[in-house]
């Protein structure tokens, strides 16, 4: 056979092979698949195939191109590969209609296409959703099974998105940090899928210049995680490098920073490669519900972290050591605005802490009262008259308490000079306090709910900033006069109470905390949750 007849033959034999190829990829004919979308779409429900979460925006989407299909062979593979990226953010790709997708993909009919497509937009409008938002109910463990009513505009984002890379990258938080948060999350995955890093036996406190063979365990385990620099190369010898990278590790933990091995460290080191992972996917998941975080001035409370930060804009104006609220008397997560400050408070002790408490130690001692400046009311009107409290006999008293306590301003009260007022039902607030010493502490769980500042004076100053009738010599002023006084804001400031233990400093320091109130490990388990049944 002539050469010239044999590239003709075998150019003809590639071309059948490729329009073979193409009739396979492509869908059906727009019009048909477009009829076969709209009759889908004109049903009072989309019962024809797997359940979809927002008919009700496929609707407008498709209507708005006159029902012809959104993803052809080509954007429907990037389509799936984005789905299936959910677990870059810590999510359920399967909760996405993968599985649903893969079996429609063998129907070439019209209306096996049109499912195809209304699948495909349908598992990018909730993944985008809880992207945007969150997987789970705020603050709670219940997963979203429908879209939020901010969710309004995806159907418009997703139509004139170049991809569906595109769409969702739109939609992750621009908060700084999600984006390294998600890079961590695959370092410790790739860690835990290898098998983690080898636990510290139990044993006396290792300190710099010790000699000790469980030391080359540690250097092992400090390296396996590749956070904290060189380790050292002594084995034995708890050398300097390794010091170093003790101290770093302690650092990112939030323990105090002494370079010893201790009973905090040890279970710091200790806590396995596959709990960090639940961690960093649950704070991912935190990182959401903030959403876009509106405002430029806004404060943010990191519980677990026991820290304050007063941001304006891209910059942390101030940051400050706070004190939380005990594992049995937690400090809730959510947002609100502070509205006002009232200067030289009194303290209304709420009842569950005057019945708990307080009722004891007046029992113990019948100074208490007098000594701690606190008065005892009728009741909680505010016509309420003042008793005596020896006129009670306080160990006959049960509880809930009948009287009302209040304690007068000084020095002496529990709220210190001023507090920082947001109304809110969980009857929290941000408040100073007389107790300084505890702000020495590492983990600072101490109070029975509400924050205590450590710098409560230049957070108000902070706050006032700009308003020309309380400048630091006029609230300081105000503060001395003892009087009590409401000083409202000229405009409400954001506060977002958080619980974030795990996040990313810009130069790339993974930070974990302990998970004080226990709040990790369920969170995790709920994302991990399907929200249609596989």
């Excluded at 593979?77 to 997708?101: K, S, V």
Aim: glycine share 8%; aromatic share 8%; with cysteine.
């Amino acid at each position: 056979m002539l050469p010239a007849v044999r590239r003709r033959l075998r150019a003809g034999v590639w071309l059948g092979w490729l329009l073979a190829a193409l009739t396979w990829a492509s869908p059906a004919a727009p019009e048909p698949v477009a009829e076969a979308l709209q009759a889908a779409l004109a049903a009072p429900s989309l019962t024809a195939g797997p359940p979809l979460y927002a008919p009700e925006l496929l609707r407008p989407l498709y209507a708005a191109r006159g029902h012809a299909p959104l993803w052809d062979a080509r954007r429907a593979d990037a389509a799936r590969a984005e789905l299936t990226g959910a677990a870059a953010h810590g999510l359920r790709a399967a909760d996405y209609h993968l599985a649903a997708i893969d079996a429609q993909r063998a129907d070439r009919s019209p209306a096996g296409q049109a499912m195809l497509d209304l699948l495909l937009s349908d598992g990018l409008l909730m993944l985008g959703s809880h992207v945007r938002g969150g997987k789970i109910e705020v603050g709670g463990l219940t997963p979203r099974r429908r879209l939020l009513a901010v969710d309004a505009d995806l159907p418009a984002r997703l139509q004139q998105a170049e991809s569906a890379a595109a769409f969702l990258s739109g939609l992750s938080s621009s908060l700084a940090g999600y984006p390294r948060l998600q890079q961590a999350l695959a370092h410790y995955r790739a860690i835990a899928a290898t098998g983690g890093w080898p636990l510290l036996p139990d044993g006396p406190t290792l300190r710099p210049g010790d000699r000790d063979p469980l030391l080359a365990v540690l250097r092992q385990r400090l390296a396996r995680e590749g956070m904290d620099g060189p380790v050292g190369d002594g084995e034995a010898l708890f050398d300097a490098p390794l010091e170093a990278a003790v101290r770093r590790f302690q650092a990112r933990h939030g323990l105090d920073v002494d370079g010893a091995i201790g009973r905090q460290t040890r279970r710091a080191l200790n806590t396995p490669a596959t709990v960090r992972v639940d961690q960093l996917i649950a704070n991912l998941e935190r990182r959401r519900w903030l959403g876009e975080a509106p405002g430029r001035r806004q404060v943010r409370v990191n519980v677990a972290a026991f820290t304050l930060e007063a941001i304006d804009g891209p910059a942390v104006a101030l940051r400050m050591r706070v004190v939380v609220g005990q594992p049995y008397r937690p400090t809730p997560e959510f947002s609100d605005r502070i509205r006002y400050l009232v200067l030289n408070p009194y303290w209304e002790v709420p009842p569950r802490l005057a019945a708990q408490d307080k009722l004891p130690l007046i029992r113990r001692d019948p100074g208490y009262l007098a000594r701690e400046h606190i008065r005892v009311l009728s009741g909680w009107a505010e016509d309420a008259r003042q008793i005596d409290p020896p006129s009670i006999d306080w160990q006959r008293v049960r509880t809930p308490l009948p009287y009302r306590l209040r304690q007068d301003p000084g020095p002496w009260n529990a709220l210190g000079r001023v507090k920082f007022m947001f109304p809110n039902g969980h009857d929290v607030y941000l408040h100073d306090t007389p107790a300084r010493a505890l702000f020495a502490h590492a983990e600072r769980g101490f109070s029975s709910g509400c924050i205590r500042l450590q710098e409560p004076l230049a957070l108000a100053d902070w706050l006032l900033a700009g308003d020309p009738r309380w400048s630091p010599e006029a609230l300081r002023a105000a503060i001395d006069g003892g009087n009590t006084r409401t000083v409202n804001l000229r405009e409400p400031v954001p506060v977002y109470l958080l619980y974030w233990t795990a996040w990313v400093n810009s130069d790339g320091a993974v930070q974990f905390r302990r998970d004080i109130y226990d709040r990790d490990a369920p969170l995790a388990a709920a994302l991990a949750t399907p929200i249609q049944g596989d």
